[in-house]
């Protein structure tokens, strides 16, 4: 199968009541743990790339990755995603280097100016096939996303959350009446969840406990992501767990291993880690597992 857009995938989650995993990648290790639990899993997954990764990592290589990914993968789905494009001219090159989708991102421009530039995306990359996610509109001048998730590993303060029995931080609830007042007006219409990390505790703790200094780092709970899952939302953006995953394992490593020098003793471990989180995601989370 050939890099995939995400029309059909949409079509099939929201029907289905389960969504896409849409994961962030920057490097060979993170493709391929992504990559082997979905295959394995057949299991369609979106594999997104942001201006900083296209930065890192340059263009040409994480388009080539990820096609190496297709032929090693040929029974499932994959979408090459731009995540939060922020101009028309970046959109335009990833439309013309080979993604299938791409997100514009001018929030941080004025409403109308949001508008024309989102248009101006639309119109070029839908003459190309190529599918568009859009952010339109912001919160007091802050990204607006707007039932309550927010980028990185620390969603929420202290004094945002209440505590249970064993003193762990417990969230405030995610806004779904919001979210289904959405779907009520838009119906049919596949939404899309950012900042959908949850943050998982173990790693937090794993890092921590080799060095790390992550205190009160904080996400969205899995129960709320899979509800929202079998709502409207079609793609759940995560980035931080894999973050999490990759460093917790590294920094382990190097604890137990203060010796090992060859990056393939560490970045094996890391990528496994990936592989286990993604399996966890596609199974418990986002019920996308066996939907290929
Ligand atoms: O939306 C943010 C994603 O986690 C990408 O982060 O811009 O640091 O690559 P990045
Ligand atoms: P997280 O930081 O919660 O992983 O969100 C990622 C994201 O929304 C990428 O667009
Ligand atoms: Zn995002």
Do not use: W
């Amino acid at each position: 199968m050939a890099l995939v857009t995400t029309t059909e995938m949409f079509k099939k989650a929201y029907d289905g009541g389960y969504a896409i995993g849409a994961f962030n990648v920057n490097n060979m290790e993170i493709v391929q743990g992504i990559t082997e639990a979905a295959g394995e899993l057949k299991s369609p997954v979106i594999l997104q790339v942001s201006k900083g990764a296209r930065a890192y990592a340059n263009h040409t290589y994480l388009v080539k990755l990820v096609e190496a990914a297709v032929i090693e993968n040929p029974d499932i789905p994959i979408a090459l995603h731009l995540d939060h494009g922020d101009s028309f001219e970046l959109c335009k090159s990833c439309v013309d280097g080979g993604f299938t989708s791409v997100m514009i991102d001018a929030s941080s421009k004025p409403f109308a100016e949001n508008i024309e530039i989102t248009k101006k995306v639309v119109e070029y990359a839908h003459d190309h096939g190529v599918v568009v996610e859009a952010e339109l509109g912001t919160l007091a001048g802050v990204e607006a996303i707007a039932i309550g998730t927010s980028h990185g590993a620390y969603k929420f303060t202290p004094d945002q959350c209440t505590r249970n029995e064993q003193g762990i931080l417990v969230p405030p609830p995610l806004r779904f009446d919001v979210l289904e007042e959405v779907s009520k007006r838009l119906p049919g219409f596949p939404i899309v969840l950012h900042g959908s990390s949850s943050v998982p505790q173990n790693f937090v703790k794993m890092i921590n406990e080799n060095g790390g200094k992550m205190p009160d780092a904080i996400g969205i709970p899995e129960d709320e992501l899979r509800h929202a899952a079998e709502l409207s939302v079609c793609k759940i953006n995560i980035d931080s767990d894999l973050r999490l995953a990759m460093t917790a394992t590294i920094r382990e490593h190097f604890v137990q291993h203060p010796g090992d020098f060859d990056p393939r003793q560490y970045l094996k471990p890391a990528r496994a880690a990936i592989k286990e989180l993604v399996r966890h995601k596609l199974i418990d989370v986002l019920g996308c597992a066996g939907k290929a």
